[in-house]
C-alpha cells in the first residue's frame, strides 16, 4: 500500500524496517537489491517525483517501508517543509519501526542535508543504521578516504559512529549483511 496519510498506513502488527536518503542517493535500486524484485520500488526518472510512503510486506512477516527522498534541488521550500513534518511525524510514531536506514552516498563528501538529517533523528530518538551506497564505483583506497570522512563528519555531532554497512546495488554488497541485521533485530519485536 502508497500513502501519504500515515493514518491510514497498514496496521503495525509487523515489525518494519524504513529506507530513507537523498534523492539519487540509490535507495529504490538498493531496495530492488534486497528483495531481488527488480522492479519492487520505482527507480527514479525525476528526482523528487515520489512523495508517497510505500509499504511492502516481505515474507507475510515484515514491511519494508520505502520512505520519498530528501533534498532535491526542484521542490520549493514549502513542500519541503511538509514532507519534513510527515516524513519526521511517521518516523517518530510508528509503533512498529524497528529500525531506520538512511543511505548515504559513498561517492561523495559528507553531504550537510544528511548530517543534519541524523541530527533531527537523535533529538527524536529514532533508532537507524546508515547504509553506504554504490560502493563498486570506488576503489578500495577511495571507499576508505571516503568513509573516514564521512565518520568524521557524522562524529563531530555523534559520540560514536552508529552501525553501518556498505552496499552496492550493482554488485550485491551488503545485501546478506543488511538482511541479517532485519533479521536479527526483527526477533526483538512484540506488538503492545
Ligand atoms: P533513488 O532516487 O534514491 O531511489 O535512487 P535510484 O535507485 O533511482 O538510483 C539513482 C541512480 O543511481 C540511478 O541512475 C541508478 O542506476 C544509480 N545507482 C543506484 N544504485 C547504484 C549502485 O549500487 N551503483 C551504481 N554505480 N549506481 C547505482
Given amino acids: ?7 491510514r498506513c497498514p496496521k503495525p502488527i509487523h515489525p518494519e524496517f524504513a529506507f530513507i536518503g537523498r534523492s539519487n542517493v540509490g535507495k529504490s535500486s538498493l531496495i530492488n537489491m534486497l528483495t531481488g524484485r527488480q522492479k519492487l520500488a520505482k527507480i527514479s526518472g525525476k528526482p523528487g517525483k515520489t512523495q ?8 507475510d512477516n515484515w514491511y519494508l517501508v520505502d520512505l520519498p527522498g530528501y533534498g532535491y534541488a526542484k521542490v520549493s521550500k514549502s ?18 519501526l524497528m529500525y531506520l536506514f538512511v543511505l548515504i552516498d559513498s561517492r561523495i563528501p ?11 533523528l537523535g533529538e527524536l530518538q529514532v533508532p537507524f543504521v546508515l547504509l ?13 578516504n571516503n568513509m573516514e570522512e564521512i565518520k568524521e563528519a557524522v ?38
Avoid: C
Avoid at 110 to 120: S, V, W
Avoid at 132 to 144: A, M, R, V
Avoid at 182 to 190: K, L, V
Fill in 155 to 192: 562524529l563531530e555531532n555523534w559520540e560514536e559512529m552508529p552501525e553501518f554497512f556498505l552496499t552496492s546495488a550493482k554488485s550485491g554488497q551488503g545485501k546478506d549483511k543488511v538482511l541479517d541485521f532485519i533479521e536479527s533485530a526483527m526477533m526483538n519485536f512484540s506488538i503492545d
Fill in 132 to 144: 553506504l551506497t554504490k560502493t563498486e564505483k570506488l576503489s578500495k583506497t577511495q571507499l576508505i
Fill in 52 to 59: 508517497l510512503i510505500n509499504h511492502f510486506l516481505i515474507n
Fill in 79 to 96: 513542500k519541503r517543509s511538509n514532507w519534513q513534518d510527515f516524513v519526521l511525524k511517521y518516523v517518530e510514531t510508528r509503533q512498529n
Fill in 110 to 120: 559528507p553531504q550537510k542535508i544528511d548530517m543534519e538529517f541524523l541530527d533531527l
Fill in 1 to 7: 500500500m502508497s500513502n501519504t496519510d500515515t493514518a
